[in-house]
C-alpha cells in the first residue's frame, strides 16, 4: 500500500517535471523509491520507480472539414459539384508524455514478526507457556530416510524443522517467509534454480542453512531403501544439486505442476531440511536423534511417548513466536485428555467427538477450533483388483496380473469377476447390499455427537464442494432393499465374511465399523471380526495380499491433486485396483497443469469408484480441538491433517 | 544352599533361553516373510529388501537364522525398532526407570494396605473391621484397573482439584497411578493375610503362647504374623514382577512412559525387535523375582533348608 504521504511527494515530483519541460527541456528522470510498510504478516517490498518523459504516437479520431468534388445528375446533366463535408478520419501526432516505469522490485526477505505491539511498531518477545495434548508423541528421527512412521509432519507442525517454502498469513506460498527466496523454472522445464535466504540458522549452533542442507534432506529422503513416508508422492523427484552455499538446482524426472506443495507447507507428508553438517559428523543413524531444526521453536527435551519441551528462537527469519515456550505431552486415553484439559494441565488438547459438548459446558471460557478436513472413515471392499498385465509390486518386478487376493469366488461375494460383467453385476449388488444397510446418519449421531458430515467421497469431493454430484453419495438406508438384493444376488441367507477392524488408530474408529457390523448383522450377514492391532495386519496390506473386508480412513479435501495413491495395490493401498485406463486418468494428474482439468479427472475417477461401490463411506467426522481459557489467540492454518500445528500463533494470558 | 542357588541360576538361564526358542519362532510364525517384520511398510526397492534378507541370513537354515538372532540378543542388540529407528534395548533401558519406580510406589502401597488391613480383618474377625476389610477386599478384586484409574482421576483431580491427572512429576504423581495399580493385589493380598493369620491364630503354640501371657502385640506381630508370612510372601514376590510387568493399563490411563507403554507401543506398530526386548526382559524379572522369593522363604522361616 502506498502510504498518502509519498503520494503527495510524487505528485510534488510530478509538478516540478512539468514546470521543467515547460521549460524547454526534452527529457527528465526522476526516480521515486516506494516501499510499502510492513505490517504484522505482510511483505516488505522495495520498488524503484523511474518517472520519464517519453515520446509517443497518438492517435485519436478527429472531425475534419473537407472539401469534395462529387458528381451530380441535375435537370438530366451530369454536372461536378464542389461540395464541403464534415468527415472523422484518425489523426497520429507525436506527444510528450509522462510515463512512471518499475524498473526494480525487490522483495526484502525479512523476518514477519507476528509478536507486535498494538500499533505496530515495536516487536514483543515471545512470553509465556502453554500445554498441548496430543494422542502422540512421535520419535524424534530427524533424518529424513530414516524416518516412516507417517507423522514426522509433527516436526514442522511443532515448530521445529522448516520446508523450503512456506505459506504466509494469506495461506499462499511466499518467498518473503520461505527458505528459498528465489526460484527459476527453466524455460524448458525439467529444472528449477533457487537461491537460500541467508542468515538462516539451525538450533543449538549447528551453523547457518546452505544449500548443501536442502540437498542433503531431499536426496536422503529419496534414496535408495529410505523408509520416508512421502516417498511414493515423491516419484517426479530426481534430484537435488548445491551450486555453492546459497544456490542450487532442483531436477524433475517428469513434470508436476504441482511441485509447489511438496515443497511447503500446503502438503504435509514431504522431506524438510535436516542438517548435512550433523550427517557429516555423526552418520545417518547417529544424527537421527539430535532433534534440530531451523524453525521458530528449539526444542529443549524429547521423551517419546511423552511430551516435548520447546523454546522460542526469538530471533528467527519468518515469524517471532508469541510464546515462550511451550509442551506436547501424549495423552491418548480419551477421558485422561477431557480430565487434563479440565483441571487446566493442557491448554490445548484434541478432545474426542462425544465429548465435547460435555467438556464445553464444564469449562466456561473454553472454545472448539476445527481442525483439518473432515476425516472420513470408510469400509473398503477388499480384493477387486482389476488392474490387468504388468503390475506394480514391492520387491517383485515380474509380477503379472492376478493379485494373490483376487478371489472372485463364494466365499468373498463382495470381489467381482473383471472378466465375467453377470459376476461383476452380482458382486455390485453386494456391495450396494452391504451399502444400503448402513445408515451413515445414525453413525454420525451416535458415534461422533453429530461433529462432522454422514459422508464424503473417495476422491476427497463432498457434498458441498461445486463439483459434487449426487450419484456419489452412498444409496440411502434401507435395510429390506438391501436384504432384496443380497436375494437376487443368491445369498437371500446372508453370508459370512471375515473383516478387519483396527484398533488403536486415532484416525480410525473402529466404533464406527462395530457399529455397521451390527447392521450387516441386522440383514441376516455375519461379520468375523478382527479387532486387533493395524499393524498386525500390516504385511497384508501391499501388494494385493488382502482380499478381507477392512476398515480405513481418508482424509476429504484437496480435490484438484493427484490422488492415485491407494487406487493401485502397492503401498498403502485402499482394497481395491482399478482397471489401467482409470489409473491413467489418475496419473494425468500429476502432470495436469489446469486446476479444472484435475478436478475433472478426479470426477472421472469417482464417477467409476461410485458406479463400482468399491468403498462405503460410514460418515465424515470432523477433528476439534478444545482451547482453554488461558490461550488468547491461535491461528491454525488450513491443513489436511487434523493435528495441532502453529504454535507460533499461540499467545498466553500472563 | 550353594549348590540350591547354582541350580536355579541354570534353571533360570535354560528358561531364558527356551523363551528365546519361542520369540524366535514367532517371527518366523505364519510362514510370512519374517523382513515384513522388521522393516517399515514404506521400505521400497528391492536392494534393500535383498539386503536384509542376507543380514538376517534368510537364505540359511532355520537353526543358523536363530544363531545369529541369539548372538545379537546376548550382545544386547534386538535390532533397530522398526518405528523409531534407533536400538531396541536402549528403548527398553531409557522406560525401565519409570516402570521401576511405579511399580515400587504400587508395591508399598499393596504392602501397606494389604498387611495391616489383612492382619486387623483376622484379628478383629467377625467384628465391623473384618467386614470392611473384606468389602474392601472385594472391591478391590472385581474393579477394573483402567475404570479405578478414570474414576480416582474424576474424583481427585477434576472434582477435588488435590492430584495431578497423570504424567511422571513429583511425589504427588506418583499416588493415584500408585493406587490403581496397588488396589487390586492389596485386596488380594489382604486375603491372602487374613486367611493365612486365622490359619495360624488357630494353633495350639498361640494359644499356648497366650496363656503363658504373651501381650496381643507381641502375639500378633511376633509370633502369629511371622508364621503367617509364608503364602503371603511368595505373593508379593511375584507382585514385585507382575508390577514390573504389568503395568499396562495405568501406564496407558496416566501417561507413563514406563515399560508398559512401550510394549503395547510396539505390539500396536509391531515392531518386532522392541517386542522382543520386552519379552524377554519380563521373563528375566520373573526368573529374578522368583529366585529371590525362594531365597527369602529360608530366612524367614529357619525350618526351610536347601539341598
Known sequence: ?654 | MKRFLIRRLIYGVVLLFASTIFIFALSRAGGRDPREMFMSENISGREAWEALGKEMGLDRPLAVQYGIWLGGVVRGDFGTSVREQRNAMDLVRERLPATVQLAIGSFMFTVLLGIPLGVLSAMSRGTLWDYAGRAFALLGQSMPAFWLGIMLIIIFSVQLELLPTGRRGGIEHYILPSITVGWFTAAGLLRLVRSAMLEVTDSEFITYARAKGVGNRTLVWKHAFRNALIPPLTYAGLLLGSFLTGTVIAEHVFQWPGIGRLAITAVLDNDFPVMAATMLLFTSIYVATSLVVDLLYAIVDPRIRYS
Open chain 1, 1 to 654: 500500500m502506498i502510504k498518502k504521504r509519498y503520494f503527495w511527494i510524487l505528485a510534488a515530483l510530478l509538478i516540478g517535471l512539468a514546470a521543467s519541460l515547460s521549460c524547454g527541456t526534452t527529457e527528465t528522470v526522476v526516480e521515486t523509491v516506494i516501499v510499502e510498510k510492513q505490517l504484522p504478516g505482510q511483505t516488505i517490498t522495495e520498488k524503484v520507480v523511474e518517472t520519464v518523459l517519453v515520446e509517443k504516437s497518438v492517435t485519436r479520431v478527429e472531425k475534419v472539414v473537407e472539401t469534395v468534388i462529387v458528381e451530380k445528375t441535375i435537370a438530366g446533366e451530369k454536372v461536378k459539384v464542389v461540395e464541403t463535408v464534415v468527415v472523422e478520419k484518425p489523426v497520429t501526432t507525436v506527444e510528450k508524455v509522462i510515463q512512471t516505469v518499475v524498473v526494480q522490485e525487490v522483495v526484502i526477505a525479512t523476518a514477519m514478526p507476528l509478536a507486535m505491539s498494538a500499533d505496530g511498531s515495536e516487536r514483543i518477545s515471545p512470553i509465556g507457556h502453554f500445554v498441548v495434548a496430543e494422542n502422540l508423541v512421535v520419535p524424534p528421527i530427524f533424518v529424513p530416510a530414516l524416518a516412516g512412521g507417517g507423522l514426522e509432519f509433527s516436526y514442522y507442525n511443532w515448530g521445529v524443522t522448516d520446508y523450503p517454502l512456506s505459506m504466509n498469513a494469506e495461506e499462499e506460498v511466499d518467498p518473503a517467509v520461505s527458505i528459498w527466496d528465489s526460484w527459476t523454472v527453466s524455460p524448458e522445464g525439467g529444472k528449477i534454480t533457487w537461491t537460500v535466504r541467508p542468515g538462516v540458522q539451525f538450533h543449538q549452533g549447528w551453523g547457518e542453512l546452505t544449500a548443501h542442507d536442502i540437498a542433503f534432506s531431499f536426496n536422503n529422503a529419496a534414496r535408495e531403501g529410505s523408509r520416508f513416508y512421502g516417498l511414493t508422492s515423491m516419484d517426479w523427484f530426481d534430484r537435488m544439486e548445491a551450486l555453492d552455499d546459497s544456490s542450487g538446482e532442483m531436477y524433475f524426472k517428469k513434470d508436476n505442476p504441482l511441485w509447489i506443495g511438496y515443497l511447503s507447507n500446503a502438503q504435509t507428508h514431504q522431506p524438510w531440511i535436516a542438517s548435512k553438517k550433523l550427517f557429516d559428523e555423526r552418520g545417518e543413524q547417529g544424527g537421527a536423534d539430535t532433534a534440530i531444526g531451523t524453525g521458530p521453536y528449539q526444542v529443549r527435551a524429547w521423551a517419546t511417548n511423552d511430551r516435548v519441551l520447546l523454546e522460542a528462537t526469538e530471533e528467527h527469519y519468518r515469524v517471532v513466536p508469541r510464546a515462550k515456550t511451550f509442551e506436547v505431552v501424549e495423552i491418548s486415553e480419551p477421558l485422561a485428555k477431557q480430565a487434563a484439559f479440565l483441571t487446566g494441565e493442557v491448554d490445548i488438547a484434541p478432545i474426542d467427538n462425544n465429548l465435547i459438548k460435555d467438556t464445553f459446558a464444564k469449562l466456561p471460557g473454553s472454545t472448539i477450533e476445527r481442525i483439518g478436513e473432515v476425516d472420513t472413515q470408510m469400509i473398503h471392499f477388499t480384493g477387486n483388483y482389476w488392474l490387468k498385465g504388468p503390475l506394480p509390486h514391492r520387491t517383485d518386478p515380474n509380477a503379472q496380473f492376478p493379485r494373490p487376493g483376487y478371489t472372485p469366488d463364494d466365499d468373498h461375494p463382495w470381489i467381482g469377476n473383471i472378466d465375467d460383467p453377470e459376476h461383476m453385476e452380482r458382486a455390485l449388488k453386494v456391495r450396494t447390499a452391504m451399502s444400503m444397510a448402513v445408515d451413515q446418519e445414525t453413525i454420525l449421531s451416535e458415534v461422533f455427537d453429530g461433529f462432522g458430515i454422514p459422508y464424503a467421497a473417495h476422491m476427497g469431493f463432498q457434498p458441498s464442494d461445486a463439483a459434487w454430484k449426487d450419484e456419489w453419495a452412498p444409496p440411502a438406508y434401507d435395510p429390506e432393499g438391501a436384504k432384496a438384493l443380497l436375494a437376487e444376488a443368491g445369498y437371500a441367507d446372508g453370508f459370512e465374511f471375515e473383516a478387519f477392524f483396527p484398533a488403536g488408530v486415532t484416525t480410525i474408529s473402529d466404533e464406527a465399523a462395530f457399529a455397521a457390523a451390527q447392521m450387516w448383522r441386522d440383514i441376516g450377514l455375519n461379520p468375523i471380526i478382527d479387532n486387533g492391532t493395524y499393524a498386525s495386519g500390516r504385511d497384508r496390506r501391499f501388494d494385493g495380499v488382502d482380499n478381507i473386508i477392512r476398515m480405513h480412513h481418508i482424509f476429504t479435501g484437496k480435490i484438484d491433486q493427484e490422488k492415485c495413491q491407494g487406487l493401485g495395490a502397492v503401498q498403502a493401498y485402499y482394497g481395491a485396483e482399478l482397471p489401467r485406463e482409470y489409473l491413467d486418468i489418475c496419473a494425468r494428474n500429476k502432470t495436469e497443469s489446469s486446476r479444472d482439468k484435475r478436478i475433472a479427472n478426479n470426477a472421472e475417477v469417482q464417477d467409476y469408484i461410485s458406479r463400482w461401490r468399491l468403498y462405503l463411506p460410514l460418515s465424515a467426522k470432523s477433528t476439534n480441538y478444545m482451547v482453554g481459557p488461558k490461550i488468547l489467540t491461535w491461528d491454525p492454518h488450513v491443513n489436511t491433517q487434523p493435528f495441532f500445528i502453529a504454535p507460533w500463533t499461540v499467545s498466553v494470558e500472563q
